[in-house]
């Protein structure tokens, strides 16, 4: 049974700082692996998609790596702004259906 | 130009009432699903229906019933509400259900959310 899972729970930083996020999950047989964004009181935005054969994406100030045999990803956000503060979170395609992790609630002190 | 619209955004209603939240995409999209996210903040899959047919129905209480009157529209009814039932409720659409070979992935558009509280 895939499991995913998020760490850490919350994650506090200053403005301008590059940080990582992670994303764990138990089973390598997956189709892709998507990282979310949820801000408060709103629905959840596709910030990345990377597919099982990929090693990573960019957005941006967004770069999101998968190791399949590892079971990690990583979202790494670049010279983080006070709008990045919202919740994480990570999901793998997995037997059809998406399993998500519990997120990161991330804050962007001024 | 709202992708994925759930309607109410917040409900709040008594134990034992019976609710119903509606769902709409305007992206063509032929599956449709429901979410159900917990208050640990886990999104779990309850109902995914392409073109109107039901493909995923995980293991929900039968007092909730999915209604697809047509692609663009995936309505979640619930019977007789309980307080375990609170949680925030995802619609979500996606291109295609079954992937292809090569294709660009099965991403999913998420609807705002509709809070449910049961008291």
Redesign the interface.
């Known amino acids: 049974k895939q499991e995913v899972t998020q760490i850490p729970a919350a994650l506090s930083v200053p403005e301008g700082e590059n940080l990582v996020l992670n994303c764990s999950f138990t089973d390598s047989a997956i189709y892709n692996l998507q990282w979310f964004r949820q801000d408060p009181g709103k629905g959840l935005t596709s910030l990345l998609l990377i597919q099982s054969s990929q090693r990573e994406q960019t957005s941006g100030r967004l770069n999101a790596s998968l190791d399949k045999s590892s079971g990690r990803s990583t979202l790494y956000i670049a010279a983080s702004q006070p709008g990045d503060s919202a919740t994480y979170l990570c999901a793998v395609d997995s037997n059809y259906q998406l399993i998500w992790g519990a997120g990161t609630k991330l804050i962007i002190k001024p | 130009d709202t992708a ?1 619209s759930q309607t109410p955004k917040y409900l709040v209603t008594q134990m034992g009432n019976d609710k119903s939240i509606k769902c709409e995409q305007n992206l063509g999209h032929d599956t449709m699903y429901w979410y159900k996210q917990d208050s ?6 309850m109902f ?1 229906y392409n073109n109107k047919e039901l493909i ?1 129905n995980e293991t929900v209480p039968n007092r909730f019933s999915p209604k697809s009157p047509d692609k663009a529209h995936l309505n979640l009814h619930i019977n007789s509400l309980e307080l375990g039932d609170s949680a925030v409720y ?1 619609c ?1 659409s996606s291109q295609e ?3 292809t070979s090569g294709a660009g ?9 509709t809070r449910l509280t049961v008291l």
């Open positions: 994925v640990k903040k886990f999104l779990k899959i995914s995923i995802f979500a259900a079954v992937r992935g099965n991403t999913q558009y998420f609807g705002p959310g």
